[in-house]
């Protein structure tokens, strides 16, 4: 089991925001990054730090934290956000790294 | 543009040693500053950090794979490579190799960008 925990599946009406939560007590004292992944396709990081979006991702997404709680919030969805979106961080026990469980977003 | 491409058999068999190679191009891996992962992810399943090494020569690995990991850089070539023993079916999966970015000062940060396209490796006779 992760030591990260996702909704296995969220879903968003188009144009709409959606809040994507990664729980895990590690999160007080690490930052969580973002991946999307779309069917077939490697990961694609979009957002990492405190709220840092690599060079061509949307500003559309953005990230947070709040306790033990680490949230990817895309503004106004479209229907290409259509994807798998995993949180990574350190385990709580700082030993190693550890990506959560997985969401899928489906964008109606 | 930083570019990484996985290469290796894509079929290996129960109790031998999987190896697969990540060559990097746009970055050299000599010049410090980032770590190098391997990924994995299970069909239909979700990913699992394997472990990183950096240039020098220092590794971390999943405690759950330890045993059976071992990472090693090859700078004059830019590439790295991971070797994983004893495998059994549950180590088909696709193996991802990234770029690897660790801040251990402040709140501590970790992110993988860019990723390699990946590579299927399945355990079979």
């Known amino acids: 089991s992760s030591e990260l925990t996702q909704d296995p599946a969220v879903s968003v009406a188009l144009g709409q925001t959606v809040r994507i939560p990664c729980q895990g007590d590690?999160?007080?004292?690490?930052?969580a990054s973002w991946y999307q992944q779309k069917s077939g396709q490697a990961p694609l990081l979009v957002i990492y730090?405190?709220?840092n979006r690599p060079s061509g991702i949307p500003e559309r997404f953005s990230g947070s934290t709040s306790g033990n709680t680490a949230s990817l919030t895309i503004t106004g969805a479209q229907a290409e956000d259509e994807a798998d979106y995993y949180c990574?961080?350190?385990?709580?026990?700082?030993?190693?790294?550890?990506f959560g469980g997985g969401t899928k977003l489906t964008v109606l | 543009q930083v570019q990484l491409q996985e290469s290796g058999p894509g079929l290996v068999k129960p109790s031998q040693i999987l190896s697969l190679t990540c060559t990097v191009s746009?970055?050299?891996?000599?010049?410090?500053?980032?770590?190098w992962s391997w990924i994995r992810q299970h069909p239909g399943k979700g990913l699992e950090w394997i472990g990183y090494?950096?240039?020098?020569?220092?590794?971390f690995y999943n405690p759950s794979l330890k045993s059976r990991v071992a990472i090693s850089v090859d700078t004059s070539k830019n590439q790295f490579s991971l070797n994983l023993s004893s495998v059994s079916a549950a180590d088909t999966a696709v193996y991802y190799c990234?770029?690897?970015?660790?801040?251990?000062?402040?709140?501590?940060?970790?992110?993988?960008?860019?990723w390699g396209q990946g590579t299927l490796v399945i355990v079979s006779s």
């Open positions: 746009g970055d050299s891996i000599s010049s410090g500053g980032h770590y």
């Open positions: 990234a770029r690897t970015f660790v801040v251990v000062t402040g709140r501590s940060a970790g992110w993988f960008d860019p």
């Open positions: 090494i950096y240039y020098s020569g220092s590794t």
């Open positions: 730090g405190k709220n």
């Open positions: 990574y961080s350190r385990d709580i026990s700082a030993k190693h790294w550890v």
């Open positions: 590690s999160l007080r004292t690490y930052y």
